[in-house]
């Protein structure tokens, strides 16, 4: 295992000076630069202008500032955030613990919704219900999430002027939030979390309950389920020990995109709740042509992507006896 | 309820399992009649689609519900507790406890039949902890005792490793390990050498025969390989379109098969003693046509299409099971002429 983990590691450097070069200059194919809008700033002078730029590097050519940039990463420094003058991790942590918040409800919704679901699918097949689920999930799947978002934000509002009650459909804490007691904050906190969280979870729910629905399908028909029935297995125990072990071997090749996904926020939904994640600000940066925050933001994502890979490969190796790292 | 003889372990009674689909009801098993006798092996012999496994399958009650349904007829099984039930008639509840603990089965392709990410040991162990209430670690001794009663070598060892780690021959051997690892009353065994080599075929076949003498079991053997029904049978039963369609001591049926059916399947295999010199080539007999679809039966006799014996007669109504004399059966409305 641990030859397998450093060769792992070794390979994975070019992979990362591939990934700078990459995230690099893509972001430099916009025209102009982060100072551009300010040319038509009647307050700021040329000079001043190109003081700031020089200040900034920008004056210099790209190649040369690509190694600044590398350079400072190597000694764990991401660099500058232009709009904010502060360093982009600084900047970028806060926000990526808020969206950490959505991400991890969700993703734990998204599993307790997903995996009864397709277990149900397989075990029940062709039955009403299982009927009503997959059109349902037909249905979710041609739906994007901010639009689904939308949607419940209205019925939300609906049930708010019609009761009274008090359900946020925004932000992240009530305007009491900094005189509330810890478990106070972190209830309020749930209490605006859990609807973009479960809005994103059903959203992407579809997917996989179709392919956990196929796997069990094809795992209830194998031999060796037939061979634990002859043995006298109880169907529960069929189910789960010996078929759903089966059935999520695939779900775990794919754990390793969850890290990364972890700190990428919950995209558009974010941005329907105004939830102060990381997917505003990064529109803004990208539109503001911050260089450092995008580009910093995407370096640290193929790091995590990088090491997830290598979890799940671990996973893997536990999960499923035949697969062997030497 | 029949009257079961008390040497009788299981005696199926016209069982009847039948398959509803789009199509119209699948007649697998269509009244089937046969018994078997406590330490015995009863070969139960057929093309693919007669039925045999269905049977073998419904006698487990692991036919999947739907489509599949035992429709009519009775099984009834002397338990290891002395008392004999209809096993049609169990809740689902008795029946786990009949299965792997008074019948066992083994399989047709053992590189499939073990579940791939539990080790054998796991495996045989849990059908020891189901059914005998050991802890694990007292079941996994047993199981690695079971290893080397089936003659895997190094059990201690081999008792933790995976399927994917096994032969085909050792992985049949761990399923023969865990089905009898309760000393069943009866094992079912489901064409258990057809995807094994020949060589590797002649050990497991040996094994079964060494091992029913020691625990004292009965078997029920499906195959459509009749070398394999010399080898191992006590008595054979003919299956052919969902029915029996002959019985009898395997002595006798190989000698003077009552059915053309029989006769047919007994032609199609190449014999050492059929004293022909060398250099003289003979072609062995095929049986023409195909087994009927199960979802269009002949009216009558199920094999009269094929049959080169064939009368009017024989397509006018299912012939009857007539007794031949000792104990064999035909269900042949000409068996006196063949």
Not at chain 2, 117 to 143: C, F, P, S, W
Request: hydrophobic share 45%; proline share 5%.
């Amino acid at each position: 295992m641990l030859p397998f983990l450093l060769r792992r590691l070794v390979n994975s450097i070019p992979t990362v000076i591939g990934a700078t070069i990459l995230i690099f200059f893509i972001i430099q194919l916009a025209p102009g630069d982060f100072l551009t809008s300010q040319l038509l700033n009647p307050n700021i002078s040329k000079e001043q202008i190109d003081n700031l730029r020089r200040n900034f590097g920008l004056d210099q050519p790209l190649i040369v500032q690509y190694f600044y940039w590398v350079k400072n990463l190597l000694q764990g420094d991401l660099g500058l955030s232009f709009a904010y003058q502060q360093p982009v991790l600084n900047v970028v942590a806060p926000r990526v613990l808020n969206s950490l918040y959505l991400v991890l409800f969700s993703t734990l919704v998204f599993y307790v919704i997903a995996i009864p679901l397709g277990v149900y699918g397989a075990v029940r097949q062709y039955s009403i219900g299982d009927k009503i689920t997959s059109t349902l999930m037909y249905f979710l799947l041609g739906f994007p999430s901010f639009f689904l978002a939308l949607i419940v934000i209205y019925f939300i509002l609906q049930i708010r002027f019609a009761t009274g009650w008090d359900i946020p459909v925004g932000g992240m804490t009530s305007q009491n939030y900094d005189d509330l007691s810890t478990l106070g904050k972190f209830l309020d906190v749930l209490k605006h979390v859990a609807i973009p969280a479960v809005v994103l979870a059903i959203g992407d729910v579809a997917g996989t309950t179709r392919v956990l629905r196929g796997q069990m399908l094809e795992n209830l028909n194998a031999d060796y389920i037939r061979t634990a029935r002859a043995k006298g297995v109880s169907e529960f125990k069929v189910v789960y020990k010996h078929t759903f072990r089966n059935a999520i071997i695939p779900f775990i090749a794919g754990i390793g995109g969850l890290l990364p996904a972890l700190i990428s926020g919950a995209g558009f939904t974010e941005v329907v709740f105004s939830y102060p994640g990381i997917t505003p600000m990064l529109l803004d940066a990208l539109n503001s042509q911050d260089l450092y925050v995008i580009a910093g933001f995407s370096l640290v994502g193929i790091l995590l992507l990088i090491i997830g890979n290598a979890v799940s490969d671990i996973l893997l190796s536990v999960v499923d006896p035949r697969i062997r790292y030497a | 309820m029949t009257a079961v003889a008390t040497d009788t372990l299981l005696a199926v009674n016209g069982l009847k399992t039948y398959f509803y689909t789009d199509d119209g009801v699948v007649k697998s098993v269509d009244g089937v009649t046969f018994h078997l006798n406590k330490g015995e092996t009863l070969a139960v012999v057929g093309e693919s689609g007669s039925g045999k496994s269905v049977t073998s399958l419904s006698i487990m009650r692991l036919i999947a519900s739907p489509p599949g349904k035992i429709a009519e007829g009775e099984v009834l099984f002397t338990g290891k507790d002395g008392k004999t039930k209809d096993i049609t008639k169990l809740s689902e509840a008795e029946m786990r406890r009949i299965r792997g603990n008074d019948i066992s089965m083994i399989f047709q392709e053992p590189m499939t039949s073990l579940n791939p990410v539990y080790t054998v040991g796991d495996q045989i162990a849990e059908a020891i902890m189901l059914h005998q209430g050991k802890n694990r670690k007292e079941a996994m001794d047993m199981a690695a005792g079971m290893l080397e009663l089936v003659g895997i070598p190094a059990p201690k060892k081999r008792v933790h490793e995976y399927p994917h780690q096994m032969s085909g021959g050792m992985r049949q051997r761990v399923m023969i390990a865990m089905a009898l690892s309760c000393n069943p009353a009866l094992l079912i065994a489901d064409e258990p050498t057809t995807a094994l080599d020949v060589t590797i075929q002649a050990q497991i076949l040996d094994l079964m025969r060494k091992l029913q003498e020691e625990i004292g079991m009965s078997i029920l053997f499906i195959t459509h390989n009749l070398g394999v029904v010399a080898e191992m049978a006590d008595r054979v039963v003919v299956m052919y379109g969902g029915r029996v369609v002959e019985e009898g001591d395997v002595m006798e049926i190989f000698k003077a098969p009552k059915h053309p059916y029989t006769i047919g399947l007994l032609n199609s295999i190449p014999r050492v003693d059929h004293g022909k010199a060398a250099g003289d080539k003979e072609r062995l007999e095929a049986i023409p046509g195909n087994v009927p679809s199960p979802l269009n039966l002949p009216p009558g006799c199920a094999f009269a299409p094929r049959c080169k014996y064939a009368i009017d007669d024989c397509n006018k109504a299912v012939p009857a099971l007539e007794d031949t004399g000792n104990g064999h059966t035909s269900r042949c409305i000409r068996w006196r002429e063949l």
